[in-house]
């Protein structure tokens, strides 16, 4: 069975910096898309990142991209994101995911308030 553990969520100012992890269990992450999922209060989930299956392509949104980075660790089966300059926008819980065609896993979900 597939499971994600996010961590590394917690309250950080605007500007400051969090970097995520999502450990995953039961696969391996390097046949999966693996993507960063987010969700602020009354808003549409938004996918913020994603490295494509066997290969180190990371796309970005366009609210993230410069300040985000996703990387992955096929050692460890863990995909972390990086997130610098977090503005209060930003405030969210984050999800990661594991997509191959049809089928997506999803974490339960760290959340990243911004706040001063």
């Known amino acids: 069975q597939v499971q994600l553990i996010e961590s590394g969520g917690g309250l950080v100012h605007p500007g400051g910096s969090l970097n995520l992890s999502c450990v995953a269990s039961g696969t391996i992450i390097y046949i999966w898309d693996m993507g960063w999922f987010r969700q602020a209060p009354g808003k549409q989930r938004e996918l913020v990142a994603r490295i494509v299956r066997k290969t180190d392509d990371a796309n970005y949104s366009d609210s993230v991209r410069g300040r985000f980075t996703m990387t992955r660790d096929v050692a460890k089966n863990t995909v972390y994101l990086q997130m610098n300059n977090l503005e209060i926008e930003d405030t969210a819980l984050y999800y990661c995911?594991?997509?191959?065609?049809?089928?997506?896993?999803w974490g339960q979900g760290t959340q990243v308030p911004v706040s001063s």
């Open positions: 995911t594991a997509n191959f065609f049809s089928t997506t896993h």
